[in-house]
């Protein structure tokens, strides 16, 4: 009796506390905040404290708030500090959203809104969110790793800047609204959904909730196979794929398998019939040799099927000897392909710039020099991975998240949304589908369900491609987390220019968005989510 009595009394006060009334802050009250200051001891991580140096009333006249920029300082005093920003609604709903960023970050990225949310959702500070982000611990350019020479910074980046900005932000809610968040969610693309899945592994029960877009679970490794790329194309004559036959390929691919999800509307959607039904070798040169911008060659052929199957880094690291397949033939667009192989032939410089050079590797060959060889002139063309396993092993042991086993995160209640565009080409769609089968291995595929969902968004690059994807998935985050409302299928919202507002669905995985044959092509009730 007295047992089931106290479990009610623990049900209404749960109950009360997440129906707690939103809570008010004045324009005086925001910039008292001015004088707010963090000690160390209410930091989780060692720092010496942070401080604020900017307050002011910022946004539109239906979306005044807060906006606060600080400093956390390092404990070594040649790192440099992490800047961070935390927007404070003047009508706060009682819950915070932590925002990631993007490549080596190095900047605050948007720290006042979710990321791809569609224009006609209210943005997060308007539906009374805190809002809060940092630039990782260093200043510089999201592909720039010349940071990591400094140790602090380093582990800064590879995590802890994570829960230091969190428990800062939680104190400065506090101190303005009194109390602190009942909801506490992360999202990010990118490096951005790599940090949110640090979040979830490294500190569970600081979050009840993780959106992770395009995340890099193993970081490491995907910059190995950066470099591997980069070698292949670089030190390989005639294998670099110019921009015209990069279209030639994205065109080929698209005319052969567009209309296999019973719609022919330039979005690749059925990836497995794709498979089966495209032929590389009807690009072939007669007699295997570069014929001009028509063909490709056998060197070149070589080249995209290296891409189009695992790519072997060459060194067996925590999450294996191979990196996921690049999506090249499965829908990819032209200058996402490009972005793989450059714009030039000629072997890169050190200080070249990612319009010149390959992404994949460019990415890589900042980690080899910086974060492997500590050396900023090492050719990385000339890396052997398997040479330097053991500082390859202690990098991933700092900044990969390839745990599976997140148990006292679910345990706490915590809900996991992932979501990967099949045409990514910047960090292939494959990885995050190898992470997700991590977790149904782990916890079994019917009890994954109860905490995580993978969709993959068909035509969706890692930024733009033929369906350029908005998705309320901080609205749909909350209402499972807070209201118990299983996430289901899901609804996309295109913004690319030509085709904006075409909706489709955004399916659980593996099924993928079927045309029905008939009805509105641009509504998401004219197709259905089908496994063939």
């Known amino acids: 009796m007295k047992a089931s009595l106290l479990t009610g009394l623990l049900l209404v006060i749960s109950t009360a506390v997440l129906a707690a009334p939103q809570k008010q802050l004045t324009q005086a009250q925001c910039i008292g905040l001015k004088t707010a200051r963090i000690d160390a001891a209410s930091i989780g991580l060692p720092t010496r404290g942070a401080v604020i140096t900017a307050v002011a009333m910022a946004g539109q006249p239906n979306e005044p708030h807060c906006k606060l920029e600080g400093q956390i300082k390092p404990v070594d005093l040649k790192s440099p500090?992490?800047?961070?920003?935390?927007?404070?609604?003047?009508?706060?709903?009682?819950?915070?959203?932590?925002?990631?960023?993007?490549?080596?970050?190095?900047?605050?990225?948007?720290?006042?809104?979710?990321?791809?949310?569609?224009?006609?959702?209210?943005?997060?500070?308007?539906?009374?969110?805190?809002?809060f982000g940092s630039d990782s611990g260093h200043q510089g350019g999201v592909s720039d790793a010349s940071f990591t020479l400094n140790d602090e910074a380093w582990q800064n980046f590879?995590?802890?800047?994570?829960?230091?900005?969190?428990?800062?932000?939680?104190?400065?809610?506090?101190?303005?609204?009194?109390?602190?968040?009942?909801?506490?969610?992360?999202q990010g693309n990118s490096q951005g959904g790599h940090e949110a899945l640090a979040a979830i592994q490294r500190f569970p029960l600081d979050y009840d909730g993780a959106i992770a877009i395009h995340p890099v679970y193993n970081v490491v490794e995907l910059h190995m196979a950066g470099i591997r790329i980069g070698q292949a194309i670089y030190n390989t004559p005639g294998a670099w794929i110019s921009p015209a036959k990069s279209a030639l390929i994205a065109n080929a691919v698209n005319g052969a398998c567009d209309k296999l999800d019973g719609l022919a509307d330039g979005v690749v959607a059925n990836i497995k019939a794709c498979d089966a039904t495209f032929k590389l070798a009807h690009l072939r040169c007669k007699d295997g040799k570069d014929e001009g911008a028509g063909c490709l060659s056998d060197t070149q052929i070589a080249m995209v099927?290296?891409?189009?199957?695992?790519?072997?880094?060459?060194?067996?690291?925590?999450?294996?000897?191979?990196?996921?397949?690049?999506?090249?033939?499965?829908?990819?667009?032209?200058?996402?392909?490009?972005?793989?192989?450059?714009?030039?032939?000629?072997?890169?410089?050190?200080?070249?710039?990612?319009?010149?050079?390959?992404?994949?590797?460019?990415?890589?060959?900042?980690?080899?020099?910086y974060e492997v060889m500590r050396s900023p002139q090492y050719d990385s063309l000339t890396f052997d991975p398997a040479a330097h396993k053991q500082r390859l092993l202690e990098l991933a042991s700092q900044v990969d998240n390839n745990e599976a086993d997140i148990r006292a995160f679910v345990q706490h209640g915590g809900k996991l949304l992932?979501?990967?565009?099949?045409?990514?080409?910047?960090?292939?769609?494959?990885?995050?589908?190898?992470y997700y089968e991590k977790l149904q291995a782990q916890f079994?595929?019917?009890?994954?369900?109860?905490?995580?969902?993978?969709?993959?968004?068909?035509?969706?690059?890692?930024?733009?491609?033929?369906?350029r994807v908005s998705w309320d998935s901080l609205g749909t985050l909350d209402k499972w987390v807070d209201h118990g409302i299983d996430p289901g299928q899901q609804v996309m919202i295109d913004t690319n220019k030509g085709?904006?507002?075409?909706?489709?669905?955004?399916?659980?995985?593996?099924?993928?968005?079927?045309?029905?044959?008939?009805?509105?092509?641009?509504?998401?009730?004219?197709?259905?989510?089908?496994?063939?």
């Open 444 to 467: 079994g595929e019917k009890t994954v369900r109860q905490f995580a969902r993978l969709y993959l968004a068909p035509g969706f690059t890692h930024s733009s491609g033929a369906f």
């Open 418 to 434: 992932l979501m990967h565009g099949t045409a990514d080409m910047a960090v292939p769609p494959g990885n995050t589908v190898a």
């Open 158 to 186: 590879a995590g802890a800047q994570i829960k230091k900005t969190h428990d800062v932000a939680v104190a400065l809610i506090q101190q303005a609204y009194g109390r602190k968040p009942s909801r506490m969610y992360f």
């Open 305 to 369: 099927h290296m891409l189009s199957k695992p790519v072997s880094l060459g060194v067996t690291l925590p999450s294996g000897d191979s990196f996921a397949p690049w999506p090249i033939l499965q829908g990819a667009d032209a200058p996402s392909i490009v972005s793989v192989f450059g714009s030039g032939a000629d072997k890169p410089k050190p200080e070249a710039s990612n319009l010149i050079i390959s992404f994949p590797y460019m990415m890589g060959d900042q980690a080899v020099r």
């Open 81 to 131: 500090d992490i800047e961070f920003q935390l927007y404070l609604p003047l009508m706060w709903n009682g819950k915070a959203l932590q925002l990631g960023g993007g490549g080596f970050d190095g900047s605050v990225k948007g720290a006042d809104t979710a990321r791809l949310a569609p224009a006609a959702t209210p943005g997060a500070l308007k539906q009374g969110y805190a809002t």
């Open 499 to 532: 085709t904006a507002g075409r909706e489709m669905p955004l399916c659980d995985y593996p099924l993928f968005p079927k045309y029905k044959g008939q009805g509105d092509t641009h509504a998401a009730s004219s197709f259905v989510c089908a496994s063939e």
